[in-house]
């Protein structure tokens, strides 16, 4: 190693930073000081380490916007830098380098974690040049800053691989030049443990890099590494193939001994073993090595089966799976291909295929699981049909991000068109009249998140270039996820996927199928080269379509949202392609992670069918996280007329609303005249009163009306009486108002022939507030006239207003209504002995 330059070492000690304790620091920093690398500072870099608390503390949109334009800047001088010539690392120097990053990968103690940043969205490389027609090249041949376009390097792997954000590979060429490489979203090693990442890539992993890209490691690091973004470029190479047995290594590597094995039952082995061990995709590869070396043993097909089902690629499972029924001999592996081919049908919603084959194979076998998943077929197409039982897909999630049994769900009353109001854009239109409350999709996710799958050791921001703004590592997870799905995908079944809206910079797509099936005859996958990925392009599909999600859980549990960062995340195909509305007429809830949408107006033929993507108290609120989605202002009614006031005026109104809602310490009486203060200057805000009137939802006073109504039910108690009730319902009528309900009956009392008419309009419910708090504030209504008015027949009309609401809302009827309200509170009320209907 020659001469020192301070940066030289900055990745080192980004290593060295948050190391877990008991590693030997004393003795990896007397390697460094003997190698002549200036050492860290072990106290300095170890307070870097984050607190939990800290966890969701992302700094202000503002600063976002300006940290991601400075990212992007230094993104743009490193892609655009002059090439230099390769410069050789000392091996010695990545053994180290490997030490320290291993080191801090073991399991620390609880509460050292480990804070990572990366990027995504940005323009990436992907190569989609077969390797046949691509040409060699060695790392002395080769610049950094360039990508080497016509060229692959063929190398192996000399350490066993770390990781960061990206799974890093220390490789070397057949001129035993090294090189380390990070490679992104590779699937199946987000977050690995060291075993997993060994398991993947053991020394003297023969791979090819096609295209690859030269530059300097991090941000302004000196030391040259490839970087491959999309792991598609990274081909493992078989002991079979003609690269792998012409290379000739100038190096001997000690572990390389069953690489080099060309005994096809010895890859059986090994495969089998790694299968136990539950490392699936390095069980694949090594029975792909059998395979290739002895070509008639049909069982390999039969156990990659297997294995991808495990891996949840069920189309590459069902290759498999029939490409074993053609060839295996014995009637127990005809069994096996059987079973395995009707468990991929059913996972990728063959149902009517899957329970063909169960039936022909039962018949003749009478098989036990065959009959059992036969059955599951017939609920899944009646669910596919519409006939779907919310009640329990609720008991199977109960509040949890769990998938769920179900088969998805397109509403025959609607269909993709081209819209023109959406400057050529796609939409959801209806094309048979939609009345409040239907049903019109429901869908499982493509790929989904959930907080509890992400190390708690580990804090990752990632500077996202397609929304300007930061992102936690639930996002980066779920692009990862994402193309672990893509590269086992018929190219057919892919397109769901990648004709999703992926951002300006990408060519839109029109046609679209809303109920597609994938392809029951698929194409077998090659486990060693994934199918090409355009990773910038999966960004932005992740970017603009994935969802975060709020699992149906107990109306009586927590009414505040996690943060967003604590929340699920999941992709979805179809429920992607309807467009946004503030005030949408069809809203978005999901039980465990299976997305369902339903119309909360009545719609007309051809009118386009809505969802919001953000929820905002004023436009200025809701333009700053939209404008991650579009580059042009919400042109929404609420939005315009919210415009019609400054930037300034909504703002203020924020301001307000806040101190309102966060307000706290007070006594109750002292509270309760802050808050209805504090409701007269925001009413202040809006010059012309009678926009109050007209209709338009407004959540600001939502907000504000539920604050004050909050705070007088501390006081009413105590002043009593009959007044105290009436105003806590006239403020509640106010709630759902400005939630968007209309024609709410605002009487006091009601004639007992009115006791099946519901006390509001049945064209529509609110969407402008939590919906579980909206039924709340229904319930309450009916509990203040049957306890304080004695107005039996008004609290009748309103628990049925809760009961239709909950059931636009979330479907279910009676029972998931009971179910989610508790069994005590339904038992103490009136509503457990009422009729449950409504005129
Ligand atoms: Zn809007």
Not at 109 to 129: L, V
Not at 524 to 539: A, K, T, Y
Not at 742 to 763: C, E, H, V, Y
């Amino acid at each position: 190693m020659s001469a020192q330059h301070p940066s030289e070492y900055m990745e080192m000690m980004r290593r060295l930073g948050g190391m877990a304790a008991g590693t030997d620091m004393q003795a990896l920093l007397a390697q460094m000081s003997q190698m002549g690398l200036n050492t860290p500072n072990a106290q300095a870099s170890a307070s870097s380490a984050l607190n939990s608390e800290n966890e969701s503390a992302l700094p202000t949109i503002e600063q976002q916007l300006e940290q991601v334009k400075q990212a992007e800047e230094r993104w743009k001088i490193e892609r655009n830098a002059s090439p230099v010539p390769f410069q050789r690392t000392d091996r010695r120097y990545w053994e180290l380098s490997r030490a320290a990053g291993a080191a801090k990968l073991k399991p620390g103690p609880a509460g050292n974690i480990m804070t990572f940043t990366t990027m995504i969205g940005q323009d990436k490389y992907h190569s989609s040049c077969p390797l046949s027609k691509l040409k060699p090249i060695t790392l002395r041949q080769m610049s950094c800053y360039k990508r080497h376009e016509g060229r692959y390097l063929v190398c192996r792997t000399f350490l066993p691989p770390v990781r960061l954000v990206a799974v890093e590979l220390f490789v070397e060429d057949t001129n035993g030049d090294t090189m380390y490489t990070a490679v992104y979203n590779l699937p199946e090693l987000f977050q690995a443990s060291l075993p997993v990442l060994e398991s993947h890539y053991p020394v003297g992993t023969v791979l090819a890099i096609r295209e690859p890209w030269m530059k300097k490691s991090g941000m302004g690091g000196t030391n040259m590494m490839l970087r491959v973004d999309s792991s598609s470029d990274i081909i493992i190479l078989s002991p079979t193939s003609s690269i792998s047995s012409d290379a000739q290594w100038s190096t001997t590597l000690p572990a390389a001994v069953s690489l080099s094995l060309r005994d096809a039952d010895a890859w059986k082995a090994v495969g089998n073993s790694l299968f136990k061990q539950k490392h699936y995709l390095p069980a694949v590869r090594a029975w792909t090595f059998a395979y290739r070396m002895e070509p008639t043993m049909y069982t390999a097909p039969l156990n990659r089966a297997q294995a991808y089902l495990k891996l949840g690629w069920a189309s590459a499972a069902l290759a498999d799976a029939l490409l074993a029924l053609r060839t295996v001999a014995s009637n127990e592996q005809k069994y096996k291909a059987v079973h395995r081919a009707a468990t991929a049908e059913y996972a990728l919603g063959l149902y009517a295929e899957c329970s063909r084959r169960c039936e022909e194979y039962g018949l003749l076998h009478g098989a036990d699981e065959l009959a059992h998943l036969k059955s599951a077929c017939t609920d899944r197409l009646r669910e596919a049909g519409g006939r779907i039982d919310m009640v329990k897909l609720y008991e199977a999630s109960l509040g949890k991000a769990v998938d769920l049994d179900v088969a998805d769900y397109v509403s025959p009353s609607i269909c993709l068109a081209s819209m023109s109001s959406r400057g050529g854009g796609r939409g959801i239109r209806a094309t048979h009249p939609v009345i409040v409350g239907d049903l019109l999709m429901l869908h499982k996710p493509f790929a989904a998140v959930r907080p509890e799958d992400l190390s708690s050791q580990e804090y990752l921001v990632a500077m996202n270039f397609a929304t300007k703004v930061m992102t936690v590592a639930s996002n980066v997870a779920l692009i990862g996820q994402i193309i672990g799905k893509l590269v086992a995908l018929p190219v057919e079944d892919a397109r769901r996927v990648t004709d999703l809206y992926a951002g300006p910079s990408f060519p839109s797509k029109s046609s679209y199928d809303l109920l597609h099936l994938p392809t029951a005859e698929p194409v077998p996958i090659d486990p060693l080269s994934w199918r090409d990925v355009d990773v910038g392009m999966v960004d932005g599909i992740m970017s603009k379509n994935a969802f975060s999600l709020h699992p149906l859980s107990s109306l009586g549990g927590s009414k505040t949202r996690p943060a967003k960062e604590a929340m699920p995340r999941a992709l979805y195909t179809a429920p992607s392609l309807f467009n946004h509305s503030c005030d949408p007429n069809a809203v978005w809830t999901s039980v465990g992670t299976t997305i369902v949408i339903r119309a909360v107006k009545n719609i007309r033929v051809d009118e386009e069918i809505t969802i919001p993507y953000v929820s905002g108290t004023t436009a200025f609120e809701r333009s700053k996280t939209l404008r991650g989605f579009f580059p042009q202002p919400c042109g929404c009614d609420m939005c315009v007329a919210d415009r019609q006031a400054s930037d300034a005026v909504l703002e203020k109104r924020e301001v307000l609303l806040n101190e309102m809602t966060n307000a706290s310490g007070r006594r109750p009486d002292e509270q309760e005249k802050f808050v209805r203060a504090q409701l007269k200057k925001i009413l202040s805000t809006y010059p012309n009163k009678d926009t109050l009137a007209d209709g338009t939802p407004h959540p600001v006073l939502t907000i504000a009306y539920a604050s004050v109504m909050k705070a007088v039910q501390k006081n009413v108690v105590q002043r009593g009486g009959k007044a105290g009730a009436e105003e806590i319902i006239r403020l509640a009528f106010k709630i759902l108002a400005y939630a968007g309900f209309k024609g709410i009956d605002t009487s006091m009392t009601s004639a007992p022939g009115r006791r099946f008419s519901l006390p509001l309009s049945k064209r529509c419910v609110g969407v402008h507030g939590e919906q579980s708090y909206l039924v709340h504030v229904m319930l309450h209504i009916a509990e203040n006239f049957l306890e304080v008015l004695a107005q039996g027949i008004c609290a009748e009309r309103w628990y049925r207003a809760a009961w239709w609401a909950h059931n636009v809302y979330y479907g279910g009827g009676k029972e998931l209504f009971a179910l989610r309200l508790g069994q005590q509170l339904w038992d103490s009320s009136l509503m457990r002995d009422m009729e449950y209907r409504w005129d």
